[in-house]
């Protein structure tokens, strides 16, 4: 069962998430937060697997709050549901450590499959997301040029690849007929050579610098 804590301020929001995600039997919906200082107090006696974080909101937004959550109880996801495709909202949360990011005109079959994927080590981006880092990387090449700094194997460059297209490390080892302790072990080596610390952040650097190709399956 997956534990759920919804972080948003609209009463009319949280009130129809509830209802979409207690509609699956392998989900249930552990508390209700209407900002980020009241998410980081229920976390304690709700015990959430998996955060569903709005950004723009009182006392404290979505990017504070996501970063606190992530510094204090590392093994809880964040994903990001909001309204806000700008640029800096995006950056924002996926530098504070969210694993994903949707827009909420999100269909409930799609939302529910990212908590699920999220909470199993996938990355979930709305495919406009992903068009705005790629377009990011593409239109100004200049202001991010390509590392030459980034020496990685076959290997690494075979399980990057992987991971940039949002494949979990089980997926993985089963593409590349690895074990899912080597693949681990691999994503911990690219993630130190990215200078970055999740899954997220590392699909993110590799997209933007152009390191891997999106489109190759």
Do not use: C, M, W
């Given at each position: 069962m997956i534990r759920i804590l919804i972080c948003d301020d609209q009463q009319i929001v949280c009130e129809g998430l509830s209802k979409i995600l207690g509609s699956d039997p392998g989900i249930t919906v552990v508390g209700v937060a209407h900002d980020g200082v009241e998410a980081l107090s229920l976390i304690p006696t709700t015990r959430p697997d998996l955060v569903l974080m709005d950004l723009k909101m009182p006392l404290m937004n979505g990017i504070v709050a996501t970063r606190q959550i992530r510094e204090k109880y590392p093994?809880?996801?964040?994903l990001v549901l909001t309204t806000y495709d700008d640029d800096e909202w995006l950056?924002?949360?996926?530098?504070?450590?969210?694993?994903?990011?949707?827009?909420?005109?999100?269909?409930?079959?799609?939302?529910?499959?990212a908590i699920q994927g999220t909470v199993e080590g996938k990355t979930f981006l709305d495919p406009n997301i992903a068009g705005k880092l790629i377009g990011d990387y593409t239109t100004r090449p200049t202001a991010r040029p390509r590392?030459?700094?980034?020496?990685?194997?076959?290997?690494?460059?075979?399980?990057?690849?992987?991971?940039?297209?949002?494949?979990?490390?089980?997926?993985?080892?089963?593409?590349?007929?690895?074990?899912?302790?080597?693949?681990?072990?691999?994503?911990?080596?690219?993630?130190?050579?990215?200078?970055?610390?999740?899954?997220?952040?590392?699909?993110?650097?590799?997209?933007?610098?152009?390191?891997?190709?999106?489109?190759?399956?």
């Open positions: 093994h809880i996801h964040v950056f924002d949360a996926l530098r504070s450590g969210a694993a994903g990011y949707l827009l909420k005109d999100t269909p409930p079959a799609g939302l529910i499959a590392p030459t700094h980034f020496q990685f194997s076959e290997r690494e460059q075979a399980v990057l690849n992987l991971l940039a297209q949002g494949l979990s490390n089980v997926d993985i080892a089963k593409q590349l007929y690895l074990t899912e302790g080597t693949v681990r072990n691999y994503t911990s080596d690219i993630f130190k050579k990215l200078g970055v610390s999740d899954r997220t952040q590392a699909a993110v650097a590799a997209i933007r610098y152009g390191l891997v190709d999106i489109d190759e399956k």
